[in-house]
Every structure is written in structure tokens, then in C-alpha cells.
């Protein structure tokens, strides 16, 4: 992912100068003082694909809700983790989305290997990074893995939200898949469903256990039972 030479202008309506802070700090204190480019015009190319119009709920909404729930997270963090590198794989981890595709969480991590070393980031680093994005298709770190438990948590959080809002996600994910059928949909849907219904834990956090799993498995349980309640 080249960078552009220029800062983001005023009106760019693509540009969020909160969230291109917050990537700058990540980016920065991932380096560990490592010497690098300005981190803005990479803070400008992501938002620019989290922007796409494609997405409806893999959007900068999205970005910045993963983000705050690792923020949420981080005064709880398990013992080892690196919260700079699991921003950053926040960042990276829906970089690339197409909702036609099946490959999205590879090419993101690819992309994330592109980027990062010419960003700053030490080569240990950007792999971490990489593999965090490429977590995101299971959602199942492994025991002991705090930056995999983290970014999934977090990632997973909206599930916990309350109703209108879970609500308005799977309205959001249905939008995003406005060319399969309905009745397809419906199925693929159900299956995604139970999938997460099946995992012994939807969360592997501490505090995301005892905060977001009971909630999280309502709602999953209630859209899989009644999925018409979210069309309202």
C-alpha cells in the first residue's frame, strides 16, 4: 500500500481525524522507536477502503467500534498481550471487503505484510499483525494467545449489544449481501449462526465473558429462532 505524499485535505469526507490519531499512535508505539514515514497517509489509504460503498456494516463505524472495545479491553488485557499490534490488526483486519468474496481476511493480512515494513514496523511485528487478521476467519484463538483473544473479543463485541442496536447490524449485514436471495441468505445466515452458537466460548477474555457472553448468545439465539423481529 503505497502512501501518498500529500496530508488529507478538510473536505475529505473520507477522512476521520479522530480515527487517523489513533492509528498514528498505534503505528507509533508499535515501532518501538523504529525510524519510519509519516504515518498519515497510510491512516488516509485505510479509511479510504474502510469508506468503500460497498460496505453497510463493515464500515469506519465498524473500525471505530472494534477499536473502543479494545480500549474497553485493554485494562483487563491478558498478561503478554500487545495492544499496539492488536490496534493495528483492528485496523488491517477488514482493510480488504468484498462481500462477494470469500478471501477477504487473506488479502487484508497480505496487505498488512505490504504496508507495515515500509511503515516502520520490525518484521516479528508485522507478522504478528498478519496472523491476528488471518485469526478473524475463526474467531478461535488458541489458549494463551492474548492478542488473538483480544482483537477476536473485540471484534465479536457488537454481538453483546442491545437490541435496536444488534438489530440494526444484522439489518447492516443483510445490505451488504443485497445480491444473494433472500432465501439463501436465510440459510447461509442460520449456518453462520450456529456456527458461533456452537463454540464453547464466544469470548476468551475474562472481562469479555463475564460482560458480553450472555448477551451476545441471546441475540445470536433469537435472530436464529426469529430472524423476522430484525426487519422492523
Known amino acids: 500500500m503505497a502512501a501518498d505524499a500529500e496530508h488529507p485535505r478538510d473536505d475529505d469526507r473520507t477522512y476521520d481525524q479522530d480515527l487517523a490519531d489513533r492509528w498514528t499512535a498505534a503505528l507509533l508505539d ?12 497510510y491512516a488516509r489509504k485505510l479509511l479510504e477502503r474502510w469508506a468503500e460503498p ?32 492488536v490496534r493495528l490488526a483492528a485496523w488491517f483486519h477488514d482493510a480488504v471487503y ?15 505484510e505490504r504496508a507495515l515494513p515500509e511503515a516502520g514496523l520490525s518484521d516479528a511485528a508485522t507478522a504478528e499483525v498478519a496472523r491476528l487478521v488471518r485469526l478473524t476467519v475463526t ?3 488458541a489458549d494463551g494467545d492474548a492478542n488473538g483473544a483480544l482483537l477476536c473479543d473485540a471484534d465479536l463485541a457488537i454481538l453483546a449489544s442491545d437490541a435496536d442496536t444488534y438489530g440494526g ?31 464453547p466460548r464466544l469470548f476468551r477474555t475474562p472481562y469479555g465473558a463475564a460482560h458480553w ?14 430472524p423476522t423481529h430484525l426487519t422492523a
Open 30 to 41: 508499535a515501532r518501538a522507536g523504529r525510524e519510519g514515514p509519516d504515518p498519515a497517509p
Open 54 to 85: 460497498q460496505r453497510r456494516y463493515h464500515t469506519t463505524a465498524h473500525l471505530r467500534a472494534v477499536l473502543d472495545r479494545i480500549d474497553e479491553l485493554a485494562p483487563h488485557a491478558p498478561a503478554g498481550a500487545d495492544l499496539a499490534l
Open 98 to 112: 468484498r462481500p462477494d468474496r470469500s478471501e477477504n481476511e487473506e488479502r487484508s493480512a497480505a496487505l498488512a
Open 139 to 141: 474467531h478461535d484463538p
Open 169 to 199: 447490524y444484522a439489518r447492516a449485514v443483510r445490505e451488504e449481501y443485497g445480491f444473494v436471495p433472500e432465501d439463501a441468505f436465510r440459510e447461509g445466515r442460520a449456518a453462520v449462526l450456529r456456527q458461533l452458537l456452537a463454540l
Open 213 to 226: 457472553e450472555t448477551p451476545a448468545r441471546r441475540n445470536l439465539h433469537r435472530e436464529l429462532t426469529d
